[in-house]
């Protein structure tokens, strides 16, 4: 009993290898830790940072995790993932340039139209599309596109725009919505990869 209240508390046995954690408890925090970085790669689908999270795990488990061995994680992958998490951000930056503002939009219809793609991607995750697997991920993209046009169109036409003018800026709005989220997205399954090749392959 003694010698093992000893180990448990030695400072030099790293807390993955304690005896209370079974001979598979890396292996089970490596999942875990995959897991937890492609659940926050959908994230990216309502407007949220999912990359940036996905980013933070990873370093999170980098220090916390095994060291060494196939399971451990260093610097270099947790790197990657942060240009790859820039990368996302300036390609959703860059269509959202080339959407609603180049078609004119005001600064409250640019709010607007992400605040109705944030509600429109929800509703169609949770809807979805009659699509095995890739169902609720394209209804997310399409909804979120469509929100973003609602509320693109409803601030326009509330500040007292014309109709065609209102309508041009909100199928920009769609376009730059439905292609920002679709390449941020997409560079955020490469994180999952690098996530999952790193402490699983």
């Known amino acids: 009993m003694i010698s093992e209240l000893s ?68 610097a270099t992958p947790v790197v990657l993932a942060f240009v790859l998490a820039a990368i996302g951000e300036g390609l959703e930056f860059l269509a959202g340039a080339a959407g609603a503002r180049r078609a004119g939009a005001s600064r409250r219809a640019t709010v607007y139209a992400l605040g109705g793609s944030m509600l429109g991607a929800f509703l169609g995750a949770v809807v979805g599309l009659p699509i095995p697997i890739l169902g609720p991920v394209l209804a997310a993209l399409l909804f979120g596109g469509a929100g973003a046009t609602v509320g693109a169109i409803y601030a326009e036409k509330t500040d007292g725009r014309p109709w065609r003018e209102s309508w041009l800026i909100g199928k920009s709005a769609f376009w730059g919505r439905t292609l920002g989220t679709a390449g941020k997205a997409g560079v955020g399954a490469l994180i999952v990869v690098v996530a999952f090749i790193t402490v699983l392959v």
């Open 7 to 74: 180990l448990l508390a030695a400072p030099d046995t790293a807390w993955w290898q304690a005896p209370w954690i079974a001979a598979s408890g890396a292996a089970v925090l490596a999942i875990g830790m995959v897991i937890a970085v492609a659940l926050s790669w959908a994230l990216n689908l309502i407007a949220l940072p999912g990359n940036w999270i996905a980013v933070g795990l990873m370093a999170i488990y980098a220090w916390l995790g095994p060291g060494d061995g196939r399971l451990g994680m260093g």
